[in-house]
């Protein structure tokens, strides 16, 4: 029995050898890069294992880097179309190439892989998604009013949009691939622009529910807790409410200017409740819908301060304001990249 035992320790040890050696050869590197420079997407892998009693646990984590960009809008030689650019207002590149339909306000899917926006290349203005590289147009709304405004919740599930099938504006929630529309507004106002907040709990949106002036309202995605964010009273309206990455709102408002009493559309700033109203803009001519950078640094917005609207970007730290689109066209609706 002593001679047998020591033999079959003896071929457990010799085997754990052979295992232990296999098992160093196919442990792989612990990091790979691989960038692809023609989709501009670098790709990470990374390499990790667990080892118990010889045997590796291999796990593979992958990680996307799109680069940021902002989608915006522009009329072209006979209608709008759908552009892509970098934040620098560079390497512009029309993604709808469709000049005879209207292609406008393209919003970002939270991953940055699909852009919801509004065309009429079916007949009426309807919703569609496409692919960040202008493939793959899918139509999500069918009915013969005028469906518009998409915005997507933070987790990429469902699209909020204003429509007036119901006769007046109000706004609708859907699935992201068009199912379950649904009513969540029910006014003989109307309501528009909605706008999700980044924790999916609020939507903004404007209504002239109260009276003749437009206001800024925020709802739960059902269209309860209705909360007033402008003034109840003020003699101003108040257009294009959008989240900043902070949950924040910035508000375009024709509002009399702190800095001068005049009453040109500019940008501002507030809590989301409507207090700690900031001035973000200032100058004699318009500007109009703030869209913020993922990190909360800059924002673009629109103007018509150049004759032509133009697209701008504003850096809160200084407060400089750079033009990045010189075309001799309408260039409106920036929206940019997650």
Known sequence: IGASLITLVSLWFALA????????????????IRADPSASIQVTGVATYTEFVYLPLIQLHYTSVLPEKIAFEALGDRNYEIFLMNPDGSGQENLTNSPDTKDVAPAWSPDGLRLAFVSD???GEEIYVMNRDGSGIVRLTHNEARDGWPSWSPDGSHIAFQSDRTGNWEIFVMKADGSGQTQITHEDKAD????????GTRIAFVSNRW????????????GSNLTLVSERYGYYVDRYPTWAPDGKLTVTSDRPAPSDGSRDDEIYLMNADGTNVQQMTDNDDGDWLARWSPDGEQFAFYTDRDVNKNIYVK???TGEETQITVNPRDEEYPAWSP
């Open 17 to 32: 050898g052979v295992l232990s050696a296999h098992t160093e050869e196919a442990i792989p590197r612990p990091q790979q």
């Open 121 to 123: 290349r079916d007949g």
């Open 192 to 199: 528009r622009w909605p706008d999700w907040s980044p924790d």
């Open 211 to 222: 009276d003749t002036f437009k206001r800024v309202f925020t709802m739960n995605p059902d």
């Open 315 to 317: 850096t809160l730290a």
